[in-house]
């Protein structure tokens, strides 16, 4: 942690604490976990479960430099991030993120408080990052609503520059600029009524009904769920495989790109398995696995991470069969709600009934941030004039033709001999 802890007098003594050794993130992990729980913000991506096996799968070049608060011996406030040096349209500069950004596809990501502090424990958090040594804030994910979210937006209004110390962060009288950007949709389905009023609603319904009773007769059809570690180190291999041959024809998945991010997801089932929150399902048919959801469930939300199904079996709709299954088990465990996570997929619109909004929300801070942000909105500008100016359909072509020469580059370094594994 740093060497000397920062404290704050408010109402109740704050002391706040820069984690910088991975295992001094370890010690923290019981009251992590603890404050994870308690936190109206927190969530699966969160957690320590989730977080420690993801620095250790992609925390290679870069500096842990997560902001704990403490009243007494009391963890109080988390800010779990993580330092590296990045290239914003050629510029290089000092940027600090999220755990859990980029890889992985992490949504809802914040500042944890404990009950009560929020409003103490935000601002000795601002206080502490100003510390930190960074051109540029950039937080991704964050919730749309989230209070962490209006907070900041009421301390550094949008695209106007601040003094740091006028806004509460500290470190230097730099100048700071905040951009905000809206990221991803979130479809969700609130569980309100029952679930036979909810399925009578869709709209597939009787296309839904018509395919499960084809399937259903036939041979070795069976659907199983994991849950426990042992369950799970099977499951992972036959979702991963799965996952890979559904994406296979546009070029791989944006979320399993390679193979430092399928061993992530072995570990992490088995650490979600511990905890009983992993309902990772496999269907069968003519005993074979032709479709997969990797669910997990959390604070009463069953979260729809990922899915993969046997190409082969596409036009018999299994990745549709299978997910009813999920959501008819979600709704009998008593759960609030079946939580879609990032993506506008049009399945998801059939079914969803809400949907929540992330953004990515920038500080840029000093001569170098200013100069990033100015190179990274012309950049954006050029970019999105290119793609006003390409005919309609060139657009999904050219991001499928560069799915699949990375899925290439990538096996062309694995049969060289490497990890086929992207820069951290």
């Given at each position: 942690?740093?060497a000397?802890p920062?404290?704050?007098?408010?109402a109740?003594a704050l002391?706040t604490?820069?984690v910088?050794?991975?295992?001094e993130?370890l010690?923290?992990r019981?009251a992590?976990?603890a404050?994870?729980?308690e936190?109206?913000a927190?969530?699966l991506f969160?957690?320590?479960?989730?977080l420690?096996p993801w620095?250790e799968h992609?925390?290679a070049?870069?500096?842990?430099?997560?902001i704990?608060?403490?009243?007494?011996?009391?963890l109080v406030?988390f800010?779990p991030?993580?330092g590296?040096?990045a290239?914003?349209a050629g510029?290089?500069?000092?940027?600090?993120?999220?755990?859990g950004?980029?890889?992985?596809?992490?949504d809802?990501?914040?500042?944890?408080?404990?009950p009560?502090r929020e409003?103490?424990?935000?601002?000795?958090?601002?206080?502490?990052?100003g510390?930190?040594?960074w051109d540029?804030c950039?937080?991704?994910?964050?919730?749309?609503?989230?209070?962490?979210?209006?907070?900041?937006?009421?301390?550094?209004?949008n695209?106007r520059a601040?003094?740091s110390?006028?806004a509460?962060?500290g470190g230097?009288?730099?100048?700071v600029?905040?951009?905000?950007r809206?990221r991803?949709?979130?479809?969700?389905?609130?569980?309100?009524g029952?679930?036979?009023?909810?399925?009578a609603?869709?709209?597939?319904?009787?296309?839904?009904?018509r395919?499960e009773?084809?399937l259903y007769?036939?041979?070795?059809v069976?659907?199983?769920?994991?849950?426990?570690?042992?369950?799970a180190?099977v499951?992972i291999?036959?979702?991963l495989?799965?996952?890979r041959?559904r994406?296979?024809?546009?070029?791989g998945?944006?979320g399993?790109a390679?193979?430092r991010h399928?061993?992530f997801?072995?570990?992490?089932?088995?650490?979600l398995?511990d905890r009983?929150?992993?309902?990772?399902y496999?269907?069968f048919a003519?005993r074979?696995?032709?479709?997969?959801v990797y669910?997990v469930?959390h604070?009463r939300t069953?979260l729809?991470y990922q899915?993969g199904?046997?190409?082969?079996?596409?036009?018999?709709?299994?990745?549709?069969i299978l997910l009813?299954?999920?959501?008819?088990?979600?709704?009998?465990?008593?759960?609030?709600?079946?939580?879609?996570?990032r993506g506008?997929?049009?399945?998801?619109?059939?079914?969803a009934?809400g949907e929540?909004w992330?953004i990515?929300?920038r500080?840029?801070?000093?001569a170098?941030g200013?100069?990033?942000r100015?190179?990274?909105q012309a950049?954006m500008f050029?970019r999105?004039?290119?793609?006003?100016a390409l005919?309609?359909?060139?657009?999904a072509t050219?991001?499928?033709a560069?799915?699949?020469w990375?899925?290439r580059?990538?096996k062309?370094?694995?049969?060289?001999?490497?990890?086929?594994?992207?820069?951290?």
């Open positions: 942690m740093s000397a920062r404290e704050m007098e408010m109740g002391r604490e820069v910088r050794d991975p295992a993130l010690r923290l019981s992590w976990g404050l994870c729980d936190s109206e927190g969530c969160l957690t320590p479960e989730w420690i620095w992609f925390g070049g870069r500096d842990l430099c997560c704990a608060v403490f009243e007494r011996e009391r406030g800010l991030l993580f590296e040096v290239r914003f510029i290089s500069a000092r940027r600090v993120a999220f755990l950004d980029g890889a992985t596809g992490c809802y990501l914040d500042v944890l408080c404990a009560h409003s103490d424990v935000r601002s000795a958090v601002l206080e502490e990052l510390e930190l040594r540029v950039d937080l991704d994910g964050l919730w749309r609503e989230s209070a962490t979210a209006h907070f900041l937006a009421q301390r550094f209004p695209g601040v003094r110390s006028n509460g962060l230097s009288a730099a100048r600029v905040r951009d905000a809206l991803f949709v979130c479809p969700r389905i609130p569980f309100a029952t679930s036979a009023e909810f399925f609603s869709l709209g597939r319904r009787e296309n839904l009904r395919r009773k084809w007769k036939q041979p070795g069976c659907v199983e769920v994991a849950r426990t570690p042992a369950e180190r499951a291999e036959r979702f495989e799965l996952h041959a994406w296979a024809v546009d070029g998945s944006d399993l390679d193979p399928e061993g997801h072995r570990a992490v089932v088995q650490e398995a009983g929150w992993l309902r990772l496999t269907l003519a074979r696995p032709v479709a997969s669910g469930i604070k069953f729809y899915s199904y046997d190409p082969a079996w596409a036009s018999k709709s299994v990745g549709l009813a299954r999920t959501v008819q088990d979600a709704w009998a465990e008593g759960l609030a709600e079946f939580d879609f996570l506008n997929e049009a399945y998801k619109a059939d079914w009934r929540r992330t990515q929300m500080l840029w801070r000093g170098r200013k100069a990033a100015m190179a990274q950049a050029a999105e004039s290119i793609k006003a005919p309609r359909g060139a657009l050219a991001r499928r560069r799915k699949l990375r899925a580059s990538v062309s370094g694995e049969a060289a001999g490497g990890s086929g594994e992207g820069g951290g």
